[in-house]
């Protein structure tokens, strides 16, 4: 395979994980013995044709229907088909950051911790190594800065028009909320300066995974207990002016981002927040963050999230936060300017955008939040 070097270091960068870059780059390999070589198919759509003969779906699997790819399968077809068709997204986005001047080659020549050939040797003596001889990449600064721009170039933020009027609305909106949500403390969603969109609502924790019903009303706190779904409904509107379903999110093209949150919104998440802020108030539940329009983003699939472990990384996208909606925190004050990455500069973020006729989506979020809200409150009180 043509640039396969360099499509498993960039494999690499985003994930540190060779075994896994190891899986792709054999996937593309199976790919190109029965279907050709993928640089060819780049070249002529994008991969868009192989990616379709990949394509099966539940439905195909239902009809128990052949596949339209002519690669043997052992094992789930649906599955192995799926596997395929993910390692050639991969292989299609490499080339699209190519295309768009983003060079592995030049970040590997300047850096003596990640280059290509460690990789290879990396690989050759997996076997047998104790856990000290593995690179840490978690404390590579020169990886970490590469995967931040990485990041800053795809990241999806809310616009901070949308955030400011989501904010206004909240004003109004609490004294309204305050009437049907029981013994909610209602100030830890909608303090002032909230922009959370659905208040009352946060992610469970393991044990009330298996205690409490998802979306329903926990009856120790009075909160609405969601997997991820709810956050994904602000998304849905700015995209497609409804709520989100599992079928809406991947016709819409959705599917292809993960949604992410940029500061912890459960207690046990905000140890870099008490690190990096002058002031942390302890006694203040960070859960309107759960749902805040300002700290859920959208990244493409597979690459690392703000939320995972680099903490330089994690400060970056505290600093943009603050750059683009000010300082809009209920427990933290002060934020460390010294504790930004010096390479900090060097990230180039990508514009919020505003979506067309923003106000009107935004307006029938905000009704469908009520509505969303009052129904589970109302049937909780029954």
Known sequence: MKLEKEFKAWLVFRSPDTKTATSRISNCRTVEEYHGDLETHFETDRCNDIISKLTYTTDDEREKREAKHLIPTKGILRTNSATY??????????????????????????????????????????KGLSHHEFHDFSSDSDVEKTIAIVLGKVCHFIHPRIVDKIRNANIEFKEEFRVICGDLDIDTFLFDGSDCVFPGVRRFINREKKETKKNAVNSEDNTILDGNEVPRRIWAFLSQNKSYSGPMWSDSGLSKFELAHIFGHKTDEKDLE?????????????????????????IPNGLMKPTDKCESIKIAFYKRHIELYGNNFYAEKGFKEDSVPEWYNEIKWLEPDLPLNWEEKINNLLAYRKKYLFDKYAVNKK
């Open 85 to 126: 068709k993910q390692a050639v997204g991969l292989y299609v986005d490499f080339r699209d950051e190519l295309s768009n001047g983003f060079s592995i080659g030049a970040t590997q020549q300047n850096s003596s911790n990640i280059n290509t050939k460690e990789v290879e040797e990396r690989e050759s003596k997996s």
């Open 274 to 298: 008490r690190k990096v802020f002058k002031e942390y108030d302890n006694t203040k539940l960070p859960y309107a963050l759960f749902t805040s329009a300002s700290n859920t983003v959208l």
